[in-house]
């Protein structure tokens, strides 16, 4: 069974960089999509970028756009998200999954249920990303 592991967050000012790393273990196949969801208190999980790896498509919530940034190391099975400029609303926990891309379907998409079967979808531990105004 796969493993992912989240890493990279911290505490930044307004308009600060942060880089986030998610490592998978066993699980990463050319039709799968990686992810990156983020989740405050009281609030549903939210994906923030999605990356389909066979189609190097990418998708991206309107609120991050310009900002952020997934790609994927393929030698290291590691995928991450850049974060550039960012705001006190991006605080949150952030996590990173993975799961086989839906077939006959919209692929990777930016909700738990749309970016692929529960069932087969990987998460990370979570990593803390708080920005102070």
């Known amino acids: 069974q796969g493993q992912l592991v989240a890493s990279g967050g911290g505490s930044v000012q307004n308009g600060g960089t942060l880089r986030l790393s998610c490592a998978a273990s066993g699980v990463i196949e050319s039709h799968y999509c990686l992810g990156w969801f983020r989740q405050t208190p009281g609030e549903e999980r939210e994906g923030v970028a999605a990356?389909?790896?066979?189609?190097?498509?990418?998708t991206y919530t309107d609120s991050v756009k310009g900002r952020f940034t997934i790609s994927q190391d393929n030698a290291k099975n590691t995928w991450y998200l850049q974060m550039n400029n960012l705001k006190p609303e991006d605080t949150a926990m952030y996590y990173c999954?993975?799961?086989?891309?839906?077939?006959?379907?919209?692929?990777?998409?930016?909700?738990?249920?749309?970016?692929?079967?529960?069932?087969?979808?990987?998460w990370g531990q979570g990593t803390q990303v708080t920005v102070s105004s």
């Open positions: 990356l389909y790896i066979l189609g190097g498509i990418t």
């Open positions: 999954a993975a799961a086989p891309a839906r077939v006959g379907g919209p692929r990777c998409g930016l909700s738990v249920v749309a970016f692929g079967p529960p069932n087969l979808s990987y």
